[in-house]
């Protein structure tokens, strides 16, 4: 009995002092230290899962390759008696049986007259039961030859209904024995950067491949032309993927795969996809009339850069920048100026000079639209009537004698005499033309050329050689000069820093 008293005496004293000390821990403010009494180092998200994170493509690969097909092109081409002149070797010498006739032909040019055939090889998608069939402009280009193979193995010949180089896209038609799958377009506007996305295409002649990966960004402008308007995607795309479909994840093409960078021929995770919403506009005509009729607003323009925003005093660099306007042209009947700089058209945001000509190509010529400008820092609205764009004209230059003008500039120019513009075929009749740029001097630096026309600086009137050394000595403080000059018939404006 004493041994078990003892222990329940043990255990009691164990447990007051247990209650003894929490009560003198809570006193102390002897708490456990956390995190919600301090700065935290980061912050913490809400886990949402993995969201429409695709564990496996094979399904969509499955349903999609049928309607994706190989397209290979044959082009008959002749060789001159200049390409055998370099070849020292007849075509009875043994060397030619030894080497084969492709080496000869590459190095040496072929036989004198013989005609051979080179052939390349891209992509294409179905789109219509009847056989119509989308690629690229550039796989089809100046074939004499055009077949189309399917998944299943069976070979169609094809021919052009119409092709379109600027947007570098082609509508192609074969004439099927059965039905065929077909692909659905989609909605390239509505993508995101960061969707997945799915290309399927015939890379290095190796047939049906599926790649995979995202979309990197949007509105790429690459230099190919004014309606570069490219889909960057890392999903891998290789010469002979041209032409064929980039998917999203329900199984919609988005956008036509066009381009690839690289500096060693091959993927290197940028590649480029003409959108599909531009795409339609231009299928569609194609159809129709096998040629694209393209809407006009009749204005040149030119990209903001930060010497421009500053000479001209704006606020940002975002719209597009009026360098010219062109006579009777739906802008300029509608009162658009020069030196205004467009930020909305047709109720969207032009945030750079490169979206406008894309907003413009993808409406029907006639359609009326909206255009919001700045104009000395005021909006001004319009209503201009799209029309039918038309060929322009090309200015060529002469020799011209100089007199130089403000050494700091780096410039010779002369008078731009009326008998002068007349043999050049220029509207203007007054100011200077430049004659000389010294290498490495402001002018040069800024991008100013032999053969522009200097008619503004600081929005100041240039008459002729005279009138601009004025002008140039009443701004000598000034660390930047606005210049307004017509390059080959185009009005442009140019900062030159000082």
């Excluded at 997945?196 to 190796?206: C, D, K, R, T, Y």
């Amino acid at each position: 009995m004493k041994k078990i008293f003892r222990g329940t005496t043990i255990g009691l004293v164990a447990i007051a002092c247990l209650l003894a000390g929490l009560i003198i821990a809570s006193q102390l403010s002897l708490t456990p230290h956390t995190g919600a009494d301090q700065t935290q180092l980061w912050t913490e998200g809400e886990s949402k899962g993995n969201g429409e994170r695709p564990g496996s493509f094979a399904d969509l690969a499955d349903g999609l390759s049928p309607a994706v097909v190989n397209v290979s092109t044959a082009t008959v081409v002749k060789e001159n008696e200049e390409m055998n002149m370099q070849n020292p070797f007849g075509e009875d010498s043994p060397f030619r049986d030894f080497f084969g006739d492709e080496f000869f032909r590459r190095f040496f040019g072929g036989p004198k007259g013989k005609s051979f055939k080179t052939r390349s090889l891209g992509s294409g998608f179905i789109i219509n039961q009847d056989g119509y069939i989308i690629t690229n402009n550039h796989v089809i280009a100046g074939a004499d030859e055009i077949v189309v193979l399917l998944e299943g193995g069976d070979e169609y010949p094809a021919e052009v209904v119409g092709s379109d180089e600027k947007t570098d896209l082609a509508l192609i038609k074969i004439e099927p024995k059965n039905g065929l799958p077909v692909c659905k377009l989609g909605d390239s506007d509505a993508t995101r950067v960061g969707d997945w996305v799915l290309a399927i295409g015939n890379p290095f002649g190796l047939g049906h491949t599926v790649t995979a990966g995202i979309i990197s960004a949007k509105g790429r402008e690459l230099g190919m032309g004014a309606y570069d308007d490219f889909i960057q995607t890392d999903a891998a795309i290789n010469p002979g993927n041209s032409g064929g479909p980039l998917f999203d994840t329900s199984g919609n093409v988005i956008g036509v795969n066009s381009a690839i960078f690289t500096r060693s021929g091959g993927n290197q995770g940028i590649g480029f996809a003409i959108p599909i919403d531009l795409a339609k506009n231009i299928i569609s005509q194609l159809k129709e009339s096998g040629a694209v009729t393209r809407a006009w607003l009749g204005v040149l323009i030119q990209q903001i850069t930060p010497e421009l925003q500053e000479g001209m005093g704006l606020e940002t660099r975002k719209g597009a920048l009026v360098a010219d306007v062109v006579q009777n042209g739906p802008a300029d009947k509608a009162g658009i100026q020069r030196g205004d700089v467009i930020i909305r058209f047709n109720g969207e945001q032009v945030d750079s000079q490169h979206e406008l000509p894309t907003m413009v190509a993808y409406l029907p010529v006639g359609t009326e639209v909206e255009v919001v400008v700045l104009r000395e820092g005021k909006k001004k609205t319009f209503k201009i009537k799209l029309e039918e764009m038309t060929d322009e004209a090309q200015i060529a230059d002469a020799d011209k004698s100089s007199e130089k003008v403000h050494d700091e500039m780096g410039l010779t120019v002369q008078d731009l005499t009326p008998e002068l513009a007349e043999k050049l075929n220029l509207d203007e009749t007054r100011g200077a033309i430049i004659t000389g740029v010294e290498s490495g001097s402001p002018a040069s630096e800024a991008g100013l050329r032999r053969g522009d026309v200097i008619i503004e600086v600081n929005r100041k009137q240039v008459m002729d050689v005279s009138s601009l050394t004025e002008i140039l000595e009443a701004n000598q403080d000034r660390k930047s000069l606005l210049f307004l000059i017509n390059r080959g018939g185009r009005t442009i404006f140019i900062a030159v820093a000082k």
